[in-house]
T-cell receptor, first 114, second 114 residues
Framework: NAGVMQNPRHLVRRRGQEARLRCSPM?????VYWYRQLPEEGLKFMVYLQKENIIDESGMPKERFSAEFPKEGPSILRIQQVVRGDSAAYFCASSPGANTGELFFGEGSRLTVL | DQQVKQNSPSLSVQEGRISILNCDYTNSMFDYFLWYKKYPAEGPTFLISISSIKDKNEDGRFTVFLNKSAKHLSLHIVPSQPGDSAVYFC?????????????FGQGTILTVHP
């Protein structure tokens, strides 16, 4: 039973480019969360999605960031016109329902902006 | 505004002894608390949780204590093992529409010496 799969594991972008991070939740999980970890900090909630719906995006920066979880395929976190401050580890997590904080995390995607 | 705080960046313990990791929170709306463990280059792994209606939850070598009046929780690991060496994150949730929307502390690096 595969866990949460994230790709790419490492991504290097130059300022102004776009970054796309993908997440396939665990089988049977329809709830997906994205978290960001800046250096020397804890994880910070970004967005919570169910299939085809954004449930809570209160942690997403207002500009340049977007997320989706289509009916078919992985969830995608998209960062347009990246800046150096976007360099971080981005973790995706999934759960089978909304009534649990026991999330299953992927190994993360580490974005470096040059 | 750090709503969940882990004031000890690191803790060093001898194998076989007790490890005590502490966490404080400020948001009275939090009603569900969790501990996650993280190894380098991996995603966090759920360890143990506690609801605000309880003051203690035990799972094998791991026990979490909750003191609501002090807004404080702690994780006890007895006996500590070298494989427990990792970063431990305290997290809290206000439940509601999603228990998976977690607020994390900054983490405590636990080192267990053989």
């Amino acid at each position: 039973n595969a866990g949460v799969m994230q790709n790419p594991r490492h991504l290097v972008r130059r300022r102004g480019q776009e970054a796309r991070l993908r997440c396939s939740p665990m089988k049977g999980h329809s709830h997906v969360y994205w978290y960001r970890q800046l250096p020397e900090e804890g994880l910070k909630f970004m967005v919570y999605l169910q299939k085809e719906n954004i449930i809570d995006e209160s942690g997403m920066p207002k500009e340049r960031f977007s997320a989706e979880f289509p009916k078919e395929g992985p969830s995608i976190l998209r960062i347009q016109q990246v800046v150096r401050g976007d360099s971080a580890a981005y973790f995706c997590a999934s759960s089978p329902g909304a009534n649990t904080g026991e999330l299953f995390f992927g190994e993360g995607s580490r974005l470096t902006v040059l | 505004d750090q709503q969940v705080k882990q004031n000890s960046p690191s803790l060093s313990v001898q194998e076989g002894r007790i490890s005590i990791l502490n966490c404080d929170y400020t948001n009275s709306m939090f009603d569900y608390f969790l501990w996650y463990k993280k190894y380098p280059a991996e995603g966090p792994t759920f360890l143990i949780s506690i609801s605000s209606i309880k003051d203690k939850n035990e799972d094998g070598r791991f026990t979490v204590f909750l003191n609501k009046s002090a807004k404080h929780l702690s994780l006890h690991i007895v006996p500590s093992q070298p494989g427990d060496s990792a970063v431990y994150f305290c997290a809290a949730s206000a439940g509601g529409t999603s228990y998976g929307k977690l607020t994390f502390g900054q983490g405590t690096i636990l080192t267990v010496h053989p």
